[in-house]
């Protein structure tokens, strides 16, 4: 397939959770639609509940927030509130805290090392 929709139809989703040792508050809950899966490439949709915790990103990625409220905090300090209709890119190397104010639902490319 040359070209796919980010539709989450188009996969099972799967449920997750981050770590107990990365969560700083809430008891946030992940489900995943990963609707492309094939050599270092991955799209689909994520959609988490409200929470925080530690995020180190190995990987590039590139998110569009369908909907919802998260707050993406660089080491650094620096925070990228995120709603509808925003996008960001994410390098390698990034290390932070995710807090999900609202549900948060993102479209997302990822890109592992050495692909």
Request: negative net charge; glycine residues 10%.
């Amino acid at each position: 397939m040359l070209a796919f929709r980010l539709d989450p139809a188009l996969a099972t989703p799967e449920n997750d959770t981050p770590s107990p040792a990365r969560v700083i508050a809430g008891a946030p809950e992940f489900t995943t639609w990963d609707i492309e899966a094939r050599g270092g490439l991955h799209a689909g949709i994520w959609q988490a509940t409200p929470g925080t915790w530690h995020v180190h990103y190995d990987e590039w990625e590139y998110f569009r927030i369908l909907e919802g409220h998260s707050v993406l905090t660089d080491a650094d300090g620096t925070m990228h509130d995120l709603r509808a209709g925003d996008s960001m890119v994410v390098r390698p190397g990034f290390k932070g805290t995710w807090e999900v104010r609202e549900t948060t639902r993102k479209d997302y490319v990822i890109l592992l090392p050495g692909t």
